[in-house]
């Protein structure tokens, strides 16, 4: 079984093992496509930290091996996409129905590709109960798409947007975007998204979801434009950059009595407008990972034709150009969105 593996900073190597039989209550997947995250990267630049962990997150396969005792609905050939956190669903958050929120404090999640072996890698043994059947017309890499789309979903489901509203996106990566789809399905009348990289935010507005992109890198004046842009201000703002010139640029062009969705994670601390949010009483809401429902609901949407995640698949690479892709992200940014690995490419 072919694996790749973080050996150190900015280092990922290809491995060969025999691979052991599943154990108890877990499911061998024939991985045929693994999205390629920002996490992935992050885990990849830091290196130490991660040494010997094999990442990836965003996967869909086949069910090779189901190991012996289950008695489920799932069998061996189904074709399934991997919800990747595993929620102990035993504690108060998960009898809660914040499933999403059951890890440590300062992690960033539970599962495959972050504190046990990820999908980059031919076969994967994950927990048959967070497996999720594909429908027939769903390809392999429509279902890798299933963890971020998700994420995208629930950000949208806390901003509880109404028809008409104008909404206002930071970062012109996936997250962003999916999240500007999901906006426009929810019947946004406006959507704007601004980022400091031209070429992403040219493929933001070619994608088709996004009303006007605004690059603010060389805007002095970032809050006029966008507040004339908006006709006087958004109904909802959802940072996707975790970043805080971003998110106090959002907060500053948020009408009064509005929300603030927070989806984009930074580790570092954050100063943020504090006397507008309480002077114009914003309301501001975190939204982290996804739980079972919205994973599903977006397989099922994808199945019905109504979310279209295609459009973000910049291309498919083997094992052999990981090393390589990471290196090409870490000197520039570029306009590719998502980048999957086909594990039977090489």
Request: aromatic fraction near 8%; glycine fraction near 10%.
């Amino acid at each position: 079984m072919k694996y790749a593996m973080i050996t150190g900073a900015r280092r990922i190597e290809i491995r060969e093992t025999e691979p052991m039989p599943a154990a108890a209550g877990k499911a061998r997947i024939r991985i045929k496509r693994c999205g390629i995250c920002g996490t992935d990267f992050h885990m990849w630049e830091d290196g130490e930290t991660y040494k010997g962990l094999i990442p990836g997150h965003e996967a869909a396969g086949v069910i090779e091996e189901i190991s012996s005792g289950y008695d489920g609905p799932l069998k061996e050939g189904d074709r399934v996409a991997v919800f990747p956190a595993e929620p102990c669903g035993d504690c108060q958050l998960c009898r809660t129905g914040l499933r999403n929120l059951c890890l440590p404090p300062g992690s960033m999640g539970l599962g495959c590709g972050l504190h046990e072996p990820g999908a980059f890698s031919e076969c994967l043994d994950f927990s048959i109960r967070f497996l999720s059947k594909l429908p027939d017309n769903v390809t392999y890499s429509q279902g890798s798409l299933a963890e971020p789309a998700s994420v995208a979903y629930r950000a949208i489901q806390h901003a509880d947007l109404n028809v008409g509203d104008g909404v206002l996106i930071s970062g012109a990566g996936i997250i962003g975007l999916l999240c500007a789809q999901f906006a426009k399905l929810s019947g946004a009348a406006y959507i704007a998204v601004f980022d400091i990289e031209h070429e992403r935010l040219k493929l933001a507005y070619d994608l088709g979801d996004v009303t006007e992109s605004f690059d603010v890198s060389s805007n002095q004046h970032p809050e006029k434009t966008l507040w004339t842009a908006s006709n006087g201000g958004f109904d909802c703002f959802i940072d996707c950059t975790g970043h805080q010139n971003a998110i106090n640029l959002g907060i500053s062009v948020l009408k009064k009595g509005k929300k603030m969705v927070c989806v984009g994670i930074n580790f570092e601390k954050q100063l943020l407008d504090h006397v507008r949010i309480v002077q114009n009483e914003l309301e501001v809401k975190g939204s982290f990972g996804q739980v079972e429902k919205d994973f599903d609901e977006c397989i099922k949407m994808i199945g019905a034709g109504i979310l279209d995640v295609d459009k973000y698949i910049s291309k498919t690479i083997g094992f052999s150009e990981l090393q390589s892709c990471f290196e090409q992200k870490d000197r520039q940014k570029g306009t590719d969105l998502k980048v999957l690995l086909d594990p039977e490419k090489d």
